[in-house]
C-alpha cells in the first residue's frame, strides 16, 4: 500500500509505473511574469493552480543582460498587488528577479521549478501532463484547462553556418566581462545586438558588429541609446561591417561575405543576436495552430483562450513574430482574462 506524497497543496500518489500522480484545476506552464500574473488572478477568483517551470522562476530575467535596466517604470511592471520598490525611475535586472520572486512568495504560488512539461495528452475533458523534474521521477497532472506562458527564448533565429553551435558562440548576451580583452562579433541589427556591443565595449572587448542590412532601421533601436552607440563607433571602439553575412565560424574566427568578397574576422567570443521565433511546441501538438504571417498561435484576444477548448496563452508568447510586441506590461494582464473567462463558465469545469 502506497503512501501520499505530498506536493504544494495537493495530494500526489506514485501510480503503478513508479511516477508520481497529482492533480489541478488549472496548470500553467512557464514561470516568468506572466505565468505568474496568471497564477495570481486565478488564485483571486477562487481556481487553484500548479505552475511548472524547467528552471526557477523568472528564469527568463535571470537570461537579461546584467547591467540591464528595465524600459518600463516599476508601477507598470507590478502584478498582484505587490509594491515594486527601486533605488531607481527603472528597474534593474536583479531588482526585477527579486521582485517577482516575492510577488511568489507573497500570494504562496504553487510553483514547481526545475520541472519540464515534455507531454500534454488530452483525457476526455482533462488534460495530463506528463513531467520530467530534475533529479526526481517522472510525473503526470491532471488538469481541467491549460495556460501556456512559455516565451519563445529556446528558440533563437540560427544562421545555418558551420560553427554556430561551438562553445564560444552564444544566442545570448548576459555579462560582458569575460569578453575582457577579447575579439568579439556580434552579428545583429536590433536593440540586443547594439546594447551587447555597447557593453561589450565597455568591458574592453575589441567589438565588430556585423549586420547584414546597410544601416539599422530607425525605429527598431531605442533612440536614447544611439548617441552613446554612435560615440562608441566614431571612438573606434565597435567597429561595424554593413551589408555582410556569416559564412562561417571557426575558434577565434568569423568569415565574412559583403559585397561578393569574403572576409575573415578575428572573433574569440561570437554573439549572435539574431532575435527569436515561436515553436508550436507543446502548443502544435494540442492542435494549436500557428499563424504563418505572424507567428501568433491562434486564439480570442478577449479570453486568451485558442480554439481548443480549454488551451488558454499568455505572455510574450502571443506576440508571433513581432518580439516587442508583448512584453511584461502588457502580458500580465493576460492571466486575468484568463481567470475571468474560466470563473465565468463555473471554473475550470466549464
Known amino acids: 500500500m502506497s503512501h501520499p506524497v505530498r506536493v504544494g497543496w495537493h495530494t500526489a500518489r506514485p501510480d503503478t509505473r513508479g511516477e508520481v500522480t497529482s492533480s489541478a484545476p488549472v496548470a500553467i506552464v ?3 511574469p506572466c505565468g ?3 497564477a495570481v488572478a486565478l488564485k483571486d477568483v477562487g481556481l487553484p493552480h500548479v505552475v511548472f517551470d524547467k528552471a526557477t522562476v523568472v528564469s527568463s530575467i535571470e537570461g537579461y543582460p546584467t547591467n540591464l535596466v528595465f524600459f518600463s517604470t516599476p508601477e507598470k511592471l507590478v502584478i498582484g498587488g505587490v509594491p ?8 534593474t535586472r536583479s531588482e526585477g528577479i527579486d521582485y517577482y520572486r516575492l510577488v511568489r512568495a507573497t500570494h504562496a504560488l504553487t510553483v514547481r521549478e526545475h520541472e519540464r512539461v515534455t507531454r500534454i495528452e488530452r483525457v476526455g475533458a482533462d488534460f495530463v501532463l506528463h513531467t520530467d523534474p530534475v533529479g526526481g521521477v517522472p510525473r503526470t497532472t491532471r488538469a481541467r484547462a491549460i495556460v501556456m506562458a512559455t516565451g519563445y527564448f529556446d ?9 554556430e553551435h561551438l562553445p564560444h558562440v552564444s544566442h545570448r548576451f548576459v555579462d560582458g566581462a569575460s569578453a575582457r580583452g577579447c575579439d568579439a562579433v556580434v552579428v545583429g541589427g536590433g536593440n540586443s545586438a547594439v546594447e551587447c556591443a555597447m557593453e561589450l565595449a565597455r568591458c574592453g572587448a575589441r567589438v565588430t558588429l556585423v549586420h547584414y542590412e546597410p544601416s539599422f532601421v530607425s525605429h527598431v533601436i531605442k533612440p536614447w541609446i544611439m ?3 554612435e560615440r562608441q563607433v566614431a571612438a573606434g571602439e565597435i567597429r561595424l561591417r554593413w551589408n555582410a553575412r556569416v559564412t562561417a565560424i571557426q575558434p577565434g574566427l568569423v568569415h565574412v561575405s559583403a559585397a561578393g568578397a569574403s572576409t575573415t ?14 515553436q508550436p511546441g507543446l502548443l502544435g501538438e494540442l492542435g494549436v495552430v500557428f499563424d504563418a504571417a505572424t507567428g501568433v498561435p491562434e486564439h480570442n484576444p478577449a479570453t486568451m483562450e485558442t480554439p481548443v477548448p480549454g488551451v488558454f496563452v499568455a505572455g510574450v508568447l502571443t506576440s508571433g513574430l513581432k518580439a516587442n510586441g508583448v512584453f511584461i506590461e502588457n502580458g500580465r494582464g493576460h492571466g486575468a482574462l484568463v481567470a475571468a473567462a474560466l470563473a465565468a463558465r463555473g471554473g475550470a469545469g466549464g
Do not use: I, K
Not at 574576422?265 to 515561436?278: A, N
Open 227 to 229: 548617441p552613446e552607440f
Open 265 to 278: 574576422l578575428p572573433g574569440e567570443q561570437v554573439y549572435l543576436m539574431t532575435g527569436y521565433t515561436p
Open 30 to 32: 512557464g514561470a516568468g
Open 155 to 163: 528558440y533563437p533565429n540560427m544562421l545555418g553556418v558551420p560553427g
Open 36 to 38: 505568474l500574473a496568471a
Open 84 to 91: 515594486f520598490a527601486c533605488a531607481g525611475d527603472r528597474p
